[in-house]
């Protein structure tokens, strides 16, 4: 008589079964050894990882009491003040084509000493360490500045609460609402009371422009406190997906969404797979499916590129955030959660859902996008902002490829350098203008 569920098993299950087991083995093994590796060895390969930067491990606590866990690196890699490292970042900025009158040195601080601070955000599904994972030190944003690496609630570095536990639905039930209501001003206001600088200059990518967008538009104190905001492939009004049928369900009704994934965190099973496949085959996997997806091809990225990057591509995010892009995407309106959506029940007929009033934003703007870029629809954005003072369209690019694409350091820094050194002076000076021909 066969075995229950063992007899029902053929020789590849079985080799399937052994090859996970084993892999799970030595998973369990490479732990054991790095708990027992001394301290002095762990030092060191932390180190190592961290590229020659100072890193800093800051807490947020925002006013409905999530916990955010955001990175700071307060200076770069060489130092200007070191003959020989002032000729290293020359170098590097020979090589990206960027003026030398944009490395900021001991006089660019302010009369206190405030070193000039910017605040990078990462995008949908994501976290910060997106920022450091370029393998050429030309592409890589931290440089020269004070510079803090945000995270999104829900993600691996904020994944706390004071009240609720994980494991809650409560927990997961925040949407975009709340990373523009809580999360932006209260890691800005957190960071500023840090340095002591009377305003930041914001990049963004992707979600990570969307939330600023938000934030900005219906908190007005806020706009004083960021001098710039630079907004890399800004998705507020995606025109859907590539494929015809997955569109088709997202645009569907939020209660056939939060059926098929339920209502805490979105795809956890991916981080199992991240761990289990090889490299070449996660990222494989990952450019079929954005390219199933998005249309994406990839080719702006290299293999090397990608197989560094991707591995800190996907994080935990909450399925209602998901749904509000859906929602987003289906009424083509930069808009706030739907609670009510009007097709969830003849009480919602009618009602009225509020837009981000994003023409109210008094900060100044500048937008990088791409011109192969499904889910940047330029026009429809720029209608609904006020004149940005700088907008560049980098034809070949595509979403991903503002962090990751291998020539991003001659298509983005120069004008996005150029940007600093005129709107991020700690004295809240403007007197250092660029040349017409520059903007």
Not at 132 to 156: P, Q, S, T
Request: aromatic fraction near 14%.
């Amino acid at each position: 008589m066969p075995v229950p569920i063992i007899g029902r098993l053929n020789f590849r299950d079985y080799q399937a079964l052994v090859i996970g087991l084993i892999l799970l083995f030595l998973e369990a093994l490479l732990r054991v050894i790095t708990h027992c590796l001394p301290t002095f060895a762990l030092e060191f390969f932390k180190g190592q990882s961290q590229k020659g930067y100072t890193v800093e491990e800051h807490i947020v606590r925002t006013q409905d009491h999530c916990i955010l866990g955001i990175h700071r690196l307060p200076e770069g890699k060489y130092s200007t003040n070191d003959a020989d490292s002032k000729s290293r970042i020359e170098s590097i900025f020979n090589r990206c084509g960027i003026s030398h009158s944009a490395i900021r040195n001991e006089q660019a601080y302010s009369s206190k000493g405030i070193k000039p601070v910017v605040l990078l955000y990462h995008g949908l599904m994501m976290c910060s360490e997106i920022w450091m994972c370029n393998l050429d030190e030309e592409r890589r944003l931290a440089c020269l500045y004070d510079v803090w690496l945000g995270n999104a609630r829900g993600n691996k570095y904020s994944m706390k609460h004071s009240k609720l536990k994980p494991n809650s639905r409560k927990f997961w039930d925040y949407s975009m609402d709340e990373f523009a209501l809580y999360d932006l001003p209260d890691t800005i206001d957190y960071i500023l009371e840090t340095t002591g600088a009377p305003s930041l200059t914001y990049i963004g990518f992707s979600q990570g422009a969307a939330q600023a967008f938000a934030a900005l538009s219906i908190n007005p104190k806020l706009n004083k406190k960021v001098n710039l905001f630079v907004a890399l492939a800004p998705a507020t009004s995606p025109k859907g997906l590539q494929n015809p049928i997955v569109d088709a369900f997202i645009k569907a009704s939020p209660n056939i969404v939060y059926l098929f994934f339920g209502r805490k965190a979105f795809l956890t099973m991916t981080m199992f797979w991240q761990r289990v496949l090889s490299p070449p085959i996660f990222t494989k996997l990952l450019d079929t499916c954005m390219n199933f997806l998005f249309g994406w091809s990839g080719k702006n990225m290299t293999e090397e590129q990608k197989a560094a990057s991707y591995y800190h591509l996907y994080n935990f995010t909450s399925v209602k955030s998901l749904v509000h892009w859906f929602q987003i995407i289906r009424a083509n309106s930069f808009q706030m959660y739907d609670e009510l959506p009007p097709y969830s029940s003849p009480t919602a007929i009618g009602h009225y859902c509020h837009r981000f009033p994003t023409e109210q934003i008094q900060t100044p703007i500048s937008v990088f996008y791409g011109g192969s870029d499904s889910l940047v629809k330029i026009e429809v954005l720029l209608k609904q902002l006020p004149k940005p003072v700088f907008v560049k369209e980098v034809p070949p690019y595509e979403h991903l490829d503002f962090i990751w694409g291998y020539d991003v350091h001659k298509h983005v820094f120069p004008e996005l350098f150029n940007l600093l050194r005129k709107y991020n002076t700690c004295d809240n000076e403007t007197d250092m203008k660029l040349s017409d021909h520059e903007y």
